[in-house]
């Protein structure tokens, strides 16, 4: 009776497991962006390969492994994104590498087996699954003779446990046409690069390396990683005018941090409260079912000169760089800067509870874009004494 209760209850078991272990190191999923020309803050002077090479060893920690392969593929990722290497968006990069994983291509994650058994339970709950049932399962038999259970308990790093989800899926007829976006493992390799971003960026501009097992395992690599890590970090165009922003936009997705500042002044022309969380619409959602930005907006519409379509239409392009030439966007900010009398900041952190089963106090996006500050500060000071 309880093996048939396996067997029947598996495809319920992979369909509840898409939604565990949410155990990246980023957090909060990286939003999707449009993929823009690559342009920094700054207009540096581009350097010459023998100066870039001497600026990453420069910013690259005193204690940091392979040195040597973190310097070439830091450079080559650099050259093939076609962005300057300057010491700014060098230490931009390795800043988020060091939040990330200590710059460590495959960081162990403590007590990594008991927050996956823990995701496991809960999600098999919400499923309703028992847990008898799901723990039987994992007590199959897997491709290296070890039980999934056992993988499960020896994992110390989610490409363990990536790899133990392919197994695992790989074993059921047509489960890798059936599940193979599927994986919860959703940010991965030393710069946590979110997969949705990559593929999307990597279907604009193609991935420019050999890909020996696929996209998704690649972001596993060092070389994968910081390739689409440094694309989402620099190769977009806000208006920002410090890096702060952009560390708060790798943590909430691209552009958060110009619709915070935008849902801020909103605030100030309706006369209403809206959480500056950086997210203007809710995905995929009808025009019925605005999200308070939204409603906001609809709120002063005649005073906007708009109409609810076309409030719309302009909200939705909150991931692209082209929102800010909208007639939404100006005309929200020139009702907010003749309510305040002053003109309103055009970018602001988003305020964000990060969400995590590793998480053991309040954290937020402010804390994650000052900590990576930090060490970009820290970072800058080193090139400044070893360079000539």
């Keep these: 009776m309880l093996l048939d209760s396996v067997q029947s209850s598996r495809e319920a078991f992979v369909r509840g497991l898409r939604r565990a272990w949410p155990l990246a190191g980023s957090i909060v999923l990286s939003l999707l962006a449009g993929c823009m020309p690559p342009a920094g803050l700054h207009r540096a002077p581009v350097p010459a390969p023998s100066q870039a090479r001497v600026t990453i060893d420069a910013a690259l920690p005193a204690t940091v492994r392979e040195r040597g392969a973190w310097e070439q593929d830091l450079y080559d990722v650099f050259r093939a994104l076609n962005i300057a290497p300057t010491a700014e968006h060098v230490c931009a990069v390795i800043a988020v590498g060091e939040q990330e994983s200590n710059l460590r291509v495959d960081p162990v994650v403590p007590g990594l087996g008991p927050l996956a058994w823990r995701e496991i339970d809960q999600d098999a709950a919400r499923a309703a699954i028992p ?6 399962v994992l007590k199959l038999k897997s491709r290296n003779g070890m039980t999934y259970a056992q993988r499960i308990d020896a994992a110390r790093t989610e490409k363990q446990l990536s790899q133990i989800y392919e197994d695992f899926t790989g074993t059921l007829p047509l489960g890798r046409a059936l599940f193979a976006s599927w994986n919860p493992i959703r940010t991965r390799g030393p710069m946590q690069v979110n997969v949705a971003f990559a593929h999307k960026y990597e279907a604009v ?23 689409f890590g440094t694309a989402h970090l620099l190769a977009y165009s806000p208006p920002y005018d410090s890096y702060l922003y952009r560390f708060a936009d790798y943590n909430a997705g691209q552009y958060s941090s110009r619709n915070a500042a935008f849902q801020q002044a909103l605030s100030v022309a309706a006369g209403v409260t809206v959480v500056p969380d950086g997210a203007l619409v809710v ?24 109409d609810q379509s076309q409030i719309h239409s302009a909200l939705v392009l909150d991931r692209d760089a082209s929102f800010q030439d909208t007639q939404l966007y100006h005309r929200v900010f020139e009702l907010a800067a003749r309510a305040s009398g002053h003109s309103p ?28 500050q930090g060490r970009f500060k820290r970072c800058l000071a080193r090139t400044a004494t070893r360079t000539p």
């Design 131 to 136: 847990a008898v049932v799901v723990h039987e």
């Design 345 to 372: 900041r055009r970018a602001i952190v988003p305020h964000i509870d990060l969400q995590g089963p590793k998480l053991q106090r309040r954290l937020t996006t402010a804390w994650y874009a000052q900590r990576v």
């Design 283 to 306: 995905p995929n959602a009808p025009l019925s079912q605005p999200s308070a930005t939204e409603r906001a907006a609809r709120r002063i519409a005649r005073a906007l000169r708009l």
């Design 205 to 227: 501009k193609p991935y420019p390396y050999p890909l020996t097992l696929g996209l998704d395992d690649e972001l596993f690599t060092r070389r994968g990683s910081l390739y």
